[in-house]
């Protein structure tokens, strides 16, 4: 066992880094109060190849593994949760399924259009009355011919508004629940396919989340992913990857507001010195160091399963799990250690706490991974 990144990892963190600070870290406080989506900044990031970076270099991408991409991930929410998460959702919800499952024609145009083409990827499961319960979606899809009819709504889509491509989940045969369950390419020119409502969020305020509406959408037959029946397992099998860009994703929240703190403890005087000084902020920061360390381990861990064996869920669960709730705890500290600054917009702390929420919720909420954790242990 060697606990040191290969010449690869390090190059992708040194060159993510770079770009996180001189790109990414000047525009996060202003992409979080516009709520804009940081359109220019993903642009250069198909550019240097870190969009699509984990698809094969045969289709287009860098063929990056499992640990660059969470690397990569891990770099940009240091700075900005936004860009890390419109990254994390385009390469491993909506390329990491057509890398798994698509056929070579799926794999050549889409995984294609989604790095060289530069079009954006999103991943659509969730419906109003099917989140943890992902099974109960009630969005159909109808064979007619040469192609499927989908019809139904899909609710909170990372890069909703803004996303070219998407694999959607929808039932082909409601009578067999799980089994009845088949995924879809689909592109957002197809006809009966619109954008519905854009949310308005806590925070990753840059990141386009949408209700996306599928009205006798019409989706050419070969677009079936895998085979009818099998989206429910492609679904589980995607979101295993995901919660491990969510990992990362937090781990990065939770490294960016502990680097705030200590610089705003190193600077702030009361009491005559620098409140770094007292032994108070001190074990704080020793207790953060320490659990970083273990989050980036087990996160590494996760993304090393990911890269070895065919069912890596308990792993991914247990990085998820647990840099979500490090994420918000360190972040919620860091903000107590800011004092009333931290709770300013002046300063990116209250960001970053707002930022963390969501990775306690979405692919899958704590208390589901702790569901996955306990079904493999048990
Ligand atoms: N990989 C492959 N197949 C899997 C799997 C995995 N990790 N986990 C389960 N399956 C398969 C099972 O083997 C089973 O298949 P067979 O019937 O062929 O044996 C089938 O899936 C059903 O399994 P379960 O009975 O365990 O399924 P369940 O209905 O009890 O659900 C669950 C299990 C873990 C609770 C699951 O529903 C779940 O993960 N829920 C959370 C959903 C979620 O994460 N949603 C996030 C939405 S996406 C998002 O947030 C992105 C965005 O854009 C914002």
Redesign the pocket.
Known sequence: MEFKLTREQELVQKMVRDFTETEVAPIAAETDRTAQYPADTIEQLFRYGVMGMNVPKEYGGAGADPISCAIAVEELSKACASTGDIVA?HNG?CCGPIINNGTEAQKQKYLRMLTEGHKVG??C??EPNA?????KGTTTAVLEGDHYVLNGSKI???NGYVCDVMVVFAMTDPSKG??GISAFIVESSYPGFSVGKHEEKLGLHGSPTAELVFTDCIVPKENLLGVEGKG??IA??T??G?RIGIAAQALGIAEGAMAEAMAFTKTRVQFGRPISKFQNTQFKFADMHMNIEAGRLLLYKAAYAQATQK?F?LDAACAKLFNSELAMKTTTEAVQMCGGYGYTRDYPVERMMRDAKITEI???TSE?QR??ISSNIL
Do not use: H, P, W
């Open positions: 959702t919800l999103a991943f499961l969730t989140g943890s319960d992902a099974s909170f889509i990372t799980t089994k429910f397992n589980m099998q979101l295993d995901g069912r869920s979405y692919e899958g589901i569901i996955v």
